[in-house]
């Protein structure tokens, strides 16, 4: 078989080290009960070699059609489980049909719209293992308070559990990206439905975190709020000092000065 050639334009850098692939794989736990994964962007099985030992109900997607070929090639036994598909415009809530599991080393430049999708999906996802961009990967597992902290650490961690597991430098990678990556674990918590509008939750933490050294008195003005919540001491603190909790706390709070 031909080896795949890395393509800039789809952000490929395909994972060299078997060390690092190994536990990659091995960071799946199952949580949920499920046995069903997806990989997302398998390259040339790598990570795919390592998955299929752990005896998962594997799937992979990807968007590259010479991949395709040749994973077609390597694993003729996973027939139509190998998918060539845009991972962002396929329903796989539909292929998938039960709650599974994601993994892949994701491309740099689309890895935030895949963890959107995810969060569409999160009734079904239960658990994902992702290798990113260093800085994104710790953006995403920051606690308050950290200049990391923002917009996809608050929607993730509302509705997921997230653990930075280790760091991955450049050289072990076809070819070598100019960052450093991150792996990070999330796993689908108990929350099925926030205590305020969903819809304005989100609402909020973006505009929250649009002028991040702002205070939310002044990011929140087009909310239209009562002057007794402008005056609240939470309008004081800005995006990054609030939790998922004290987030949705706000969000009741607007809610209630527009029913006043």
């Not at 509302?158 to 076809?174: H, K, M, Q, R, T």
């Not at 969903?198 to 002028?211: A, S």
């Not at 909310?223 to 706000?250: C, H, N």
Request: hydrophobic share 40%; net charge positive; with cysteine.
């Amino acid at each position: 078989m031909e080896k795949v050639k890395p393509k800039k334009h789809l952000g490929q850098h395909f994972l060299i080290d078997l060390g690092i692939a190994e536990n990659i794989a091995k960071a799946i736990t199952g949580h949920g009960g499920i046995s069903k994964v997806l990989e997302i962007g398998p390259g040339m099985g790598v990570l795919t070699d390592f998955l299929l030992k752990e005896k998962w109900d594997l799937y992979l997607v990807d968007i590259d059609r010479e991949s395709i070929k040749y994973l077609r090639e390597k694993y003729p036994e996973m027939g139509e489980k190998i998918i060539e598909a845009d991972f962002l415009r396929k329903d796989f809530a539909t292929i998938m049909q039960e709650p599974y599991a994601i993994i892949g080393n994701f491309p740099y430049n689309i890895s935030s719209q895949i963890l959107f999708n995810v969060l569409d999906q999160r009734n079904q996802v239960t658990e994902v293992v992702c290798m990113l961009q260093k800085e994104v990967a710790q953006r995403i597992a920051s606690p308050k308070g950290n200049k990391d902290y923002g917009i996809l650490s608050v929607l993730l961690q509302a509705f997921y559990d997230i653990e930075y597991l280790f760091s991955v430098p450049p050289g072990v990678f076809n070819p070598p990206p100019r960052v450093n990556s991150g792996v990070i674990r999330l796993k689908r918590n108990v929350v099925k439905k926030l205590d305020c509008d969903e819809k304005l939750f989100i609402r909020v933490v973006k505009q929250g975190f649009g002028t991040r050294r702002k205070t939310l008195r002044n990011c929140l003005k087009s909310f239209g709020l009562s002057e007794e919540l402008t005056k609240d001491p939470i309008m004081d603190q800005r995006a990054e000092q609030l939790d998922v909790q004290e987030f949705i706390g706000l969000t009741l709070k607007i809610q209630e000065s527009w029913n006043q």
